[in-house]
């Protein structure tokens, strides 16, 4: 990993406006996430529908189920998920991998652990604007080792999406966005630079920092802090151990959201539709009517 030190100036620095801490809940089959986004305190963050920290030990799984609308951005932390889809599209994410997936006018798919012990990972959703939610699907992914990495003054980060310490990552956001997991060190301060426009938030994962301010009470895991206005955010790690957290921004889309499930739309009329077409299996959703994952096939069976 190279040395990178990127000077940067804030002209007004954002800091934490709203702070939830991410309580387990069970999902799928027998899996437990951490929800921030999208439940009851914060159903939207424009443009973030869901926020899951997931952590799921065979036989529990995320098993066939559909999704249209918007991106699923799985990001794995620790074990593997196996991928499987109606378009014949499979494979293994490991830890430190990527799976930028846009379902746009459909796609149905199952989600299961990969060998023994517990696996763990962050899924978001990305909505999609009005003009590219009934795009065809397709995938981006990228292994651990592929992921554009800078380092500098303590600081460590991986570049998801978008750019931070003078490296870019390859991955085409339809929704502009970005996407950095951070590792400071003791000791270690960070300036990130966020477009002023953008919507922005931090979810911590290890340690413990202090977010907009360096008087500001340190926060621990499993936090999610909303950050206000302001072209950037100002981190501190005041601990003796590493802080490692994402810090996560996206361009608004300023439009209505209907959202039932796993499919998010515009209009309720829009929903009656999707919910048409996936009982149907048209427009996007043919290829449900016989398709079954070899999860399920070997649990049917």
Not at 181 to 197: C, E, G, M, V
Not at 242 to 267: C, D
Request: proline letters at 7%; aromatic letters at 10%.
């Amino acid at each position: 990993m190279a040395e990178t030190v990127v000077p940067c100036v804030l002209q007004k620095p954002r800091h934490v406006v709203r702070k939830f801490l991410a309580k387990p809940q069970h999902e799928g089959d027998g899996a437990v996430v951490r929800r921030s986004i999208g439940r009851f305190e914060l159903r939207y963050f424009d443009p973030f529908l869901v926020l899951d920290e997931f952590s799921v030990t065979a036989p529990a799984g995320f098993p066939d189920h559909p999704h249209r609308g918007f991106e699923t951005v799985t990001y794995m932390l620790e074990g593997a998920v196996t991928h499987e889809d109606f378009e014949g599209h499979k494979g293994t994410i490991k830890a430190g991998d990527l799976q930028w997936m846009t379902a746009g006018r459909g796609i149905v798919h199952s989600e299961m652990p990969a060998g023994k012990g517990t696996s763990k990972g962050l899924q978001l959703w990305v909505n999609l604007s009005s003009k590219n939610k009934m795009i065809e699907p397709r995938y981006q992914e990228m292994q651990s080792q592929d992921i554009a990495c800078a380092s500098g003054n303590g600081v460590e980060v991986r570049v998801i999406a978008g750019e931070s310490m003078g490296v870019r990552s390859p991955v085409y956001t339809r929704t502009p966005t970005m996407y950095l997991d951070f590792t400071l060190k003791p000791r270690a301060h960070l300036r990130q630079p966020i477009p002023s426009a953008w919507n922005a938030f931090v979810y911590v994962l290890e340690g413990e920092g202090a977010f907009g301010g360096d008087k500001s009470a340190p926060i621990g895991p499993h936090n999610l802090l909303l950050l206000g206005q302001g072209d950037g955010v100002d981190v501190w790690n005041k601990s003796a151990k590493p802080l490692r957290f994402v810090l996560v921004g996206g361009e608004p889309l300023g439009e209505p959201v209907a959202q039932l499930g796993p499919f998010v739309m515009n209009t309720d009329e829009e929903i009656d539709r999707t919910i048409d077409d996936f009982q149907y299996c048209i427009n996007g959703f043919e290829k449900a009517k016989y398709w079954r994952s070899e999860a399920m096939v070997g649990i049917e069976g």
